[in-house]
């Protein structure tokens, strides 16, 4: 019902810099958080950055400072502004958004994992 398309990504050296777009689509009502999480390889899923609806900003400790999200609410869309890029940063990073289909019903979504590579 509700579907994430994510862009950007891709190889990068380290200090340099990439941006990741989430956009929602489907029968929404609103969106209250939108947020990014990663997966490094062999290791869990951890937080990295997450907003909402009034752009209130939580970050995970190891990108504080170097990673900016930012969100356009009438495009539905979640920004990740990825700068000074560390190999330890090398990821598959997924786009999550909660929010309401209608007054009765709410959603968490998930969408498509994109690879994020730093090289040292």
């Known amino acids: 019902q509700v579907q994430l398309v994510v862009s950007g990504g891709g190889l990068v050296q380290a200090g340099g810099s990439l941006r990741l777009s989430c956009a929602a689509s489907?029968?929404?009502?609103?969106?209250?958080?939108m947020g990014w999480y990663r997966q490094p390889p062999g290791k869990k899923r951890e937080l990295v950055a997450t907003?909402?609806?009034?752009?209130?900003?939580n970050y995970g400790d190891s990108v504080k400072g170097r990673f900016t999200i930012s969100r356009d609410n009438a495009k539905n869309t979640v920004y990740l502004q990825m700068s000074n890029l560390k190999p330890d940063d090398t990821a598959v990073y997924l786009c999550?958004?909660?929010?309401?289909?209608?007054?009765?019903?709410?959603?968490?979504?998930w969408g498509q994992g994109t690879q994020v590579t730093v090289s040292s």
């Open positions: 907003i909402t609806s009034d752009d209130t900003t």
């Open positions: 489907g029968s929404i009502f609103s969106i209250n958080t």
């Open positions: 999550n958004a909660r929010g309401r289909l209608n007054s009765l019903k709410t959603f968490a979504s």
